[in-house]
């Protein structure tokens, strides 16, 4: 049975609920309800839709790839320094975007060290579809990582050291034990990755630039719009609430909601 919830929270998490909830319904009263149809289904609109959930869903297998190794190593390692690469890691978490955004530059930009390399097989990252990508992984694969580590760290290293005492090969154990233990939180830690990763704005446009059709994400095409077209700009960012809501509310099973 669930215990009441003290009375003393109920004003506070009312004010929160308000702090949240508010500036959507101003959202919604300050639309053109008349002509949000028109203006969220404009070629525009649609193709910078099409952009963001394509790099989006990139970016979040991409953090998968990368961000799921290393939340094993985080929670499993014993090297030294360890608790400044967690830092390091969870940089981007507090780092303005934009200070993100300008470091992708600089390491992969024709003159970044990162860059130079690049050009030496003919290519080049910055201002492409490539470059909105690795902007969106950079700010989202923290999330993964943090949400990973933390499973494995609830989870302890019994049922690994059991395994391991039993003979099986370290990989046998990852493939085995670690992952089952990862799987409860992995849903909702690709979700955030993913939601993170539509709402991206100051990395991006600091790093892919914003051109329309190969790094106009649905953020940068409000941030156009807001400078010439209101409704327009309100309808899309009704737009990008919508679709936040629908991948957390319908991506995150329920077994795993109140872990988050």
């Given amino acids: 049975m669930r215990r009441p919830v003290p009375a003393l929270l109920w004003v506070p998490a009312a004010i929160a609920l308000a702090l949240v909830v508010l500036p959507v319904i101003g959202l919604v009263a300050r639309s053109d309800l008349g002509r949000l149809p028109q ?41 030294p320094g360890l608790r400044l690469l967690r830092a390091v890691v969870l940089l981007p978490l507090v780092l303005p975007p934009v200070v993100g955004g300008l470091a992708l530059l600089y390491l992969l930009g024709r003159n970044g060290f990162g860059g130079q390399v690049l050009a030496l097989f003919g290519l080049r990252l910055p201002f492409t579809t490539a470059a909105v990508i690795i902007a969106q992984t950079f700010v989202a694969m923290p999330f ?44 909702s ?58 991948v957390i509310a319908v991506a995150r099973p329920r077994s795993i909601e109140g872990r988050l």
């Fill in 144 to 187: 993964l990582v943090i949400g990973l580590e933390g499973a494995l760290r609830t989870a302890g290293e019994r049922y690994e050291a059991v395994a391991a005492t039993l003979g099986a090969a370290p990989w046998t154990v990852f493939r085995r034990v670690t992952v089952p233990l990862l799987l409860p939180a992995l849903g």
């Fill in 39 to 79: 203006l969220v289904t404009s070629p525009t609109a649609l193709e910078a839709l099409w952009l963001s959930v394509r790099t989006g869903a990139a970016a979040t297998v991409l953090s998968l790839l990368l961000g799921g190794p290393l939340a094993v190593v985080l929670a499993r390692g014993r090297l």
């Fill in 189 to 246: 830690s690709l979700v955030l990755a993913f939601a993170r990763s539509l709402g991206e704005f100051g990395a991006t446009i600091t790093f892919a630039g914003n051109l329309e059709g190969t790094t106009q994400t649905l953020p940068l095409l409000v941030y156009v719009q807001s400078e010439s077209d209101v409704d327009a700009a309100v309808a899309v960012s009704l737009l990008l609430v919508v679709l936040a809501i629908v």
